[in-house]
């Protein structure tokens, strides 16, 4: 089930517009990107953090919903989001977050955890001009398979550069910093009842989010972000 600013409202198209807005000053900034997956606990029962990292039986009875966020390394804004069901598998999202990314910013690094590592999620990276530094599985190896010339250079220069892919990967930690960001603001927790309600308001923390790096980045950078172009809803 996949969620991307469609409220299903007479809103929605206004709202996608708020969340590209929110991020379009920053593109001149942003040039490497994180991507990563958390989640948002709905009001019942245990939260996220607890059912994750303290009882993991309770992951079956928990319900939450997850957020894919692509995040700027030097901003932490959010430049694309999928909202999905706690089920989705975080890979499946990368295509379409980098894709969505790329319509705005120049992306010339996308960085990932292991969840994400397929040579689709590869190429898909540098189809757009990004060099993916998607972190290795201690399985992981060269192989002998047709098809695979990509995965195998990909691995060959990981194996030789190590420290290098190693230093360049760890950028991904940004967007474990832009979850805690949100969450620390806004809460990790959505009180609204219905599905649509709590989809809503997951994106709105994120709308908030980004509105909160673009006011410190006009600060620190002395960006001169300019409002409000056309909007035909």
Not at 73 to 101: G, R
Not at 113 to 124: C, E, F, V
Not at 159 to 164: P, T
Not at 172 to 190: G, P, Q, V, W, Y
């Amino acid at each position: 089930m996949l969620w991307n600013f469609r409220f299903k409202t007479a809103s929605a198209c206004c709202a996608e517009n708020l969340f590209e807005e929110s991020s379009l000053p920053l593109s001149a900034l942003e040039k490497t990107f994180s991507i990563d997956a958390s989640g948002l606990s709905t009001t019942n029962g245990f939260t996220w953090l607890h059912a994750k990292h303290t009882e993991p039986r309770l992951i079956e009875k928990k319900d939450w919903l997850k957020i894919h966020c692509c995040v700027g390394n030097l901003t932490n804004v959010v430049t694309a989001v999928e909202v999905t069901e706690k089920y989705d598998h975080d890979t499946n999202q990368f295509e379409t977050l980098v894709e969505q990314t790329a319509e705005n910013f120049t992306m010339t690094e996308v960085s990932a955890d292991a969840a994400y590592l397929s040579k689709d999620n590869m190429q898909t990276a540098l189809n757009y001009g990004a060099y993916p530094y998607i972190a290795w599985k201690s399985n992981s190896k060269i192989t002998g398979k047709p098809n695979n010339e990509l995965w195998n250079k990909m691995f060959h220069y990981y194996s030789l550069n190590k420290e290098k892919f190693l230093e360049r990967y760890h950028q991904r930690s940004n967007s474990e910093t832009c979850f805690s960001m949100i969450k620390a603001k806004f809460s990790d927790r959505l009180r609204s009842k219905s599905r649509t309600a709590q989809i809503n308001e997951a994106l709105c923390k994120i709308l908030c989010h980004n509105l909160c790096c673009l006011i410190q980045s006009i600060f620190e950078f002395g960006l001169k972000p300019d409002f409000w172009k056309e909007i035909n809803c």
